[in-house]
């Protein structure tokens, strides 16, 4: 080969090279972002493994919560869902600050539990079945939404143990304890503020309102109302009225969000039918619904009242069967 061949085929490779480099460069935007979304599906398959072996008796087989039968509320829901750069609704991505708000509610009450209620403490630190990086990955399953994988996991996890699914929603509530120790759990209230979040709202309209902004409110209670008080877990009252428009003036003595449901019914108080983990108010006559009652809060309501029998009960998944109900009587 002479000097200008040989000076040939080195340009000739120079150019190939450039051209190698340059196909690179405009390729690896693209499989930055392939590895990432394979991380975060990978993300959301641990924590759809460790939400079907931990999550599921309580929250329901998809995360539906009360809808499945579960004791517990629905995680499978959109308050929770976070928008990336490149989200399939074409929306903005969240802020960043509502993006750490939503992740930090998440991880620490999964962390701590909520202490008065069904849901147990999960951090090794605080005695619990799961590693820190263990909560991340169902964090970031619920926060990708990513229930279908719940679903094929959860089936193929029942298939292999030969688990019927129906069982796996725990229905005798009597089997449960309720989380006492405390490690900085969310009050209910801000987790209800949180839970009204709409990641579709336009931008800077969708932060949810600060739990302290919840100021203890009167919802003008009717003048001669009867004055109820609940708390973990009663509810106390006056035992009766005469019949005609009854006013309620219920006072949460206690620290966790409660309502109140006025059924009329000739069953006992404590033998009202129960779904999923709550008073089944399709099949039980309610005849007033005062909800969000946050601890130290009165809320008043009112309500037409034949004579007859009545049972007050607080019907938050679970309070019911924690002693939440008081006979109550119209003459
Ligand atoms: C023994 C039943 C039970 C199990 C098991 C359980 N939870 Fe819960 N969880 C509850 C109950 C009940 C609540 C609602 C507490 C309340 O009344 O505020 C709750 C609340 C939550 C909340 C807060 C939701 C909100 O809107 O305030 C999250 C998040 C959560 N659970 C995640 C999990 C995860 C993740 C697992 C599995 C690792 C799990 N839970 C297992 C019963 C359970």
Redesign the pocket.
């Known amino acids: 080969m002479n000097t200008s061949k040989q000076v040939n085929v080195m340009i000739g490779f120079l150019f190939l090279s450039f051209i190698a480099f340059g196909a690179y460069y405009a390729w690896e935007p693209s499989r930055e972002a392939a590895a990432t979304e394979e991380q975060m599906t990978t993300f959301a398959a641990r924590g759809a493994t ?2 079907v072996a ?6 329901g087989l998809e995360g539906k919560g009360p809808e499945e039968g ?6 499978n ?1 959109p ?2 869902l976070l928008l990336d750069k490149d989200n399939a609704f074409g929306l903005p991505p969240t802020p960043v600050g509502e993006v750490t708000q939503i992740e930090t ?2 991880t620490n ?2 962390a701590c ?2 202490v ?5 403490v ?1 951090s090794q630190e605080h005695g619990g ?2 590693q820190t990086i263990q ?1 991340e990955y ?2 970031s399953l ?1 926060t990708q939404g990513r229930w279908d994988l719940v679903a094929r996991i959860g089936h193929e996890h029942d298939e292999e143990l030969g688990i019927n699914a129906e069982e796996v929603v ?1 229905k005798d509530l009597s089997a ?2 309720v989380t006492t120790n405390n490690c900085g759990q ?1 009050s ?1 209230a801000t ?2 503020a ?2 009204s979040r709409d990641p579709f709202a336009a931008p800077g309209a969708a932060t949810p309102p600060p739990a302290t902004t919840a100021a203890p409110t009167t919802s003008a209670p009717v003048e001669g109302a009867i004055p109820i008080q609940i708390g973990e877990f009663f509810v106390r009252n006056g035992t009766s009225a005469p019949a005609g428009e009854v006013g309620f003036a219920v006072t949460n003595e206690g620290a ?2 409660h309502n109140l449901r006025v059924v009329r019914s000739d069953l006992a108080a404590d033998a009202l039918p129960v779904a999923g ?1 709550q008073v089944d108010e399709n099949a039980v006559d309610v005849k007033l619904r005062i909800d969000d009652i946050a601890g130290g809060e009165t809320k008043g309501g009112q309500a037409d009242l034949e004579g007859g029998s009545y049972v007050l009960i607080c019907n ?4 019911y069967q924690l002693g939440m109900y008081a006979s109550f009587t119209v003459q």
């Open positions: 460790l939400f931990n999550c599921r008796t309580c929250h579960g004791v517990g509320p629905a995680l829901t308050a929770f509610f998440l009450t999964i539990g909520r008065n209620t069904f849901m147990p999960w079945a799961l909560i169902i964090v619920i725990v449960l304890s969310y209910s987790a209800s949180l839970r966790i969000l983990g938050i998944p679970g309070h």
